[in-house]
Nanobody, 122 residues
Framework: VQLVESGGRPVQAGDSLTLSCVGT????????FGWFRQAPGEEREFVAA????????YYGDSVKGRFTISKDNAPNTVTLQMNNLKPEDTGVYYC????????????????WGRGTQVSVSS
């Protein structure tokens, strides 16, 4: 079972970027998905989460109004649309899943991806 992230790359401040996460190895129909990020020397930070139905979303304060998490039409796929990126958004972005979205939001996950690097320059 794996979560595989993609889409990270260097961008300029103000740019937009879309990250994707695909779950493989089993069906994730009942799983909540989330995104976390970690900058060098800092603790992992909650970014966004979405419940298994896709009708409830949660966001970290620093990304509210700029980032959008959604379930893709493709099976077991979640995307994170990031707009108006700032240098402080730089970090490794990790996808995670758990059967409970509130548990996931707290930072506990059944599965973690290996991460994708996002670098925002000013």
């Amino acid at each position: 079972v794996q979560l595989v992230e993609s889409g990270g790359r260097p961008v300029q401040a103000g740019d937009s970027l879309t990250l994707s996460c695909v779950g493989t190895g089993r069906t994730f129909n009942l799983d909540a998905f989330g995104w976390f990020r970690q900058a060098p020397g800092e603790e992992r930070e909650f970014v966004a989460a979405i419940n298994w139905r896709g009708d409830n979303t949660y966001y970290g304060d620093s990304v509210k109004g700029r980032f959008t998490i959604s379930k893709d039409n493709a099976p077991n796929t979640v995307t994170l649309q990031m707009n108006n990126l700032k240098p402080e958004d730089t970090g490794v972005y990790y996808c995670a899943s758990h059967l409970g979205v509130l548990v996931l939001r707290s930072g506990s996950a059944d599965y973690w991806g290996r991460g994708t690097q996002v670098s925002v320059s000013s």
